[in-house]
């Protein structure tokens, strides 16, 4: 009944509006194409950039539309790069395929922990997500013989791209390679949420109550979400195995987990580039602030997080919207 009415002529021009490509969108994504120029020196830094975004905007299709809150994303993402990590040190190291196993053996997780996550709510999600992640962190360091546990997973050998393009020390390759497949996942999931699938884990997320009265499939739509975004974290998993080229135990850890969802508060939930911005914002931050004190940069850290909790809800994305709006009725004000 919901997806009949979501799929009404009368409301398509609504989806149409919303899904255009808007200027400053297409800005957006030529900055990192002005920072490969600008910047040939940090792309390793870039890098993590792209696959920390790619992250977030995972968690932000559950979190931030769906209403889910997760404290063990780490699983899927963790998941996601020894899955990579051990394909290609089993001497298949060509990376897209590497991404497509990546993806599908996080996706069967998020699928197998689906039937739990739309059971519950609120603090017990919380609970089940983050045990989630603790028995697969926990897993991975008891199967030392597999993961390489507190060493790591070494002799991950990925094959050039296309069989030409070598992952070099600079980071030129794996910069491109990382913002290439993050535009890829962007354009699915922007198309997702600027569907009836991305409207109804909207109005799921507002009214929990009132959706399946109106014939929503709630517990479908959840589960489906949740397989998704773990799709998705895991690719940025195997991101990480690949161009690194190594796996530790730390991919699976809770702060892993804590890190993305600090990227996505800082960006804005629900907002589409809310973490893509957030986790710009804080690996560039982490990188300055660890140079500046390797200890005790999570407290520049933790002070940048209040600010913009206080002051600018709806994180940086929400602050600026404000901001524009304010300056543009000024403006009108004067005129």
Sequence with gaps: MAETKAANPAVQPLFATQARWRPQEIAFWLLPIVAYVLFPDYLALARDVAIAALFALSLDLILGYAGLVSLGHAAFYGLGAYSAGLLAKAGWGEPFSGLLVAG??????????????????????????????????????????ITGGDDGLQGVAIWPLFGKFTFDLYGRV????????????????????????????????????????????????????????????????????????????????????????????????????????????????????????????????????????LFARGGIIGGAERIWTLLRHRIGGRT
């Design 174 to 309: 794996a910069f491109i390679y990382a913002l290439v497949v993050l535009f890829l996942v962007f354009l699915v999931a922007r198309r997702l949420i600027h569907s009836p699938f991305g409207l109804s884990l909207r109005g799921i997320r507002e009214n929990l109550v009132r959706m399946p009265a109106i014939g929503a499939p709630v517990q479908r739509r959840l589960q489906t979400a949740y397989t998704i975004a773990a799709v998705m974290a895991g690719i940025a998993g195997g991101l990480q195995a690949q161009t690194t080229q190594f796996v530790s135990l730390e991919v699976l850890s809770f702060e892993r987990s804590a890190d993305v969802l600090i990227m996505l508060v800082l960006g804005g939930t629900g907002r589409l580039y809310g973490g893509l911005i957030g986790a710009a914002v804080f690996i560039v931050a982490r990188d300055q602030l660890s140079d500046m004190n390797p200890f005790y940069w999570y407290f520049w850290m933790g002070l940048l997080l209040v600010l913009v909790v």
């Design 104 to 145: 599908a053996v996080a996706g069967i997780l998020g699928l197998a922990t689906s039937f739990l996550i739309v059971r519950v709510q609120h603090l017990a999600l919380i609970m089940i997500t983050m045990g989630v992640g603790f028995l697969l962190h926990e897993a991975a360091n008891r199967a030392a013989f």
